[in-house]
């Protein structure tokens, strides 16, 4: 049986790749890249694109859509699944692509935890990668943590007390996603006093990326999915 | 003026060093390895050794050593500062080398702090490097984080009421440098049920890896400071 790597590609640029991840992808005889849509580009793919290791003939596309529809998008993770196994079967190796860290808000998470349950015995191989998190700090040049500071993600959209929560109670918070709550979030930083000690990001690493502070300009405007914001106390 | 990078050098495996951070390490005149004591082997500065890429003739070796007079502790910042200042000044690149991400829990944060305190002028670039957070979550095969989840991480002696209120709130806690607080924090995750939710992942993909799930057997054990704990509910 094939073993099924989950490989982080890091958050954009491709030489944040690691070494251990371009082995990776350079020694398996299939790579599966995770798109949103057939028409999309993948994120993932257009960063070891950038490698020019000549990946093209082993590229196996799977479609993972965003749906609320959870019976769906179960369906969609159970075909992802099903075209993995028939390769691991054989014995090929395979290697998932995730952009960021496979673990860390991944969409690997999903399509491991299927193939798990309809197959327990398949062998799994992480090879974490740089988070969007870390990229970005570095970016901003902004620490994330140090000696004994907490620090706390959020994710999505998140209700007003558990933000408030989390601003007061850690010395960096980190909204992944900030997409669909900023306006809110902009909001409640203003009356915390916090919207100076706060930095926006988005696509950190690669050539769209932007890097906010003075964030207020930024309310009303249809943000990228790709963003976050790091408040730091 | 040179430029200071901070250089990610990942959790452990060199293999998990991005391309970039070799990239860098292979063309600056000057690495800046921190270490605890001068005796001490800098655990940095082995993690690049595993490269071999000949680095040894342009290392210069800087002791930080962990100090709970903060006196004494900013004398010794002060001093590196300055050794790495005396490269930049004479147009020199150098890179300081860190275990994980420079940013997260880092001895770069403290080093950059008083540089650019006495020489704002500093250019500074971060290359990001994989945590080990992410690097445990890959070896336990245990997501950190998923969807509209949150996750908090705690570093070193915390007060119970924060434990609890992250165990409480959160979907993931990683309690970082747990080897301070490994027994209180024991009795706290029996008491609340998550003492078999919990993974301990010692020197992540290190030869001195260690991973162990049933964690009550740990109690009273001296632990090792590169050790953390991974509560995922």
Redesign the interface.
């Known amino acids: 049986m094939g073993c099924l790597y989950?490989v982080?590609v890091?958050?954009g640029?491709?030489?944040?790749?690691?070494?251990?991840a371009?082995?990776v992808l350079t020694e398996v005889p299939v790579i599966f890249v995770p798109k949103k849509a057939e028409e999309n580009e993948s994120i993932a793919e257009s960063i070891i694109s950038g490698l020019a290791l000549h990946f093209e003939s082993k590229l196996v596309r799977i479609v993972l859509p965003m749906l609320r529809n959870k019976h769906k998008l179960q369906e969609y993770r159970q075909r992802a699944a099903d075209m993995i196994w028939q390769h691991l079967e054989l014995g090929q190796d395979g290697a998932f692509i995730n952009v960021g860290?496979?673990?860390?808000?991944?969409s690997f998470?999903?399509v491991v935890k299927v193939l798990q349950s309809s197959h327990p015995e398949t062998k799994?191989e992480?090879?974490?990668?740089?988070?969007s998190i870390?990229?970005a700090?570095?970016?901003a040049?902004?620490?994330?943590?140090?000696?004994?500071?907490?620090?706390?993600?959020?994710?999505?959209?998140?209700k007003t007390e558990?933000i408030r929560?989390?601003l007061e109670?850690?010395d960096t918070v980190v909204f992944m996603k900030v997409n669909t709550i900023f306006d809110r979030l902009l909001g409640i930083l203003e009356e915390m006093n916090l919207k100076d000690k706060s930095i926006y990001v988005r696509r950190c690493t690669t050539e769209a990326e932007e890097i906010v502070r003075d964030i207020g300009r930024l309310q009303g405007d249809k943000l990228d999915y790709f963003s976050l914001l790091i408040v730091r106390k």
């Open positions: 989950g982080g890091g958050p640029d491709p030489e944040l790749l690691t070494l251990k371009r082995r860290d496979p673990l860390f808000y991944g998470i999903h799994i992480i090879v974490p990668g740089v988070s870390n990229a700090a570095a970016r040049v902004v620490p994330l943590a140090s000696d004994d500071e907490n620090i706390a993600v959020l994710s999505g959209d998140q558990t929560n989390a109670k850690f």
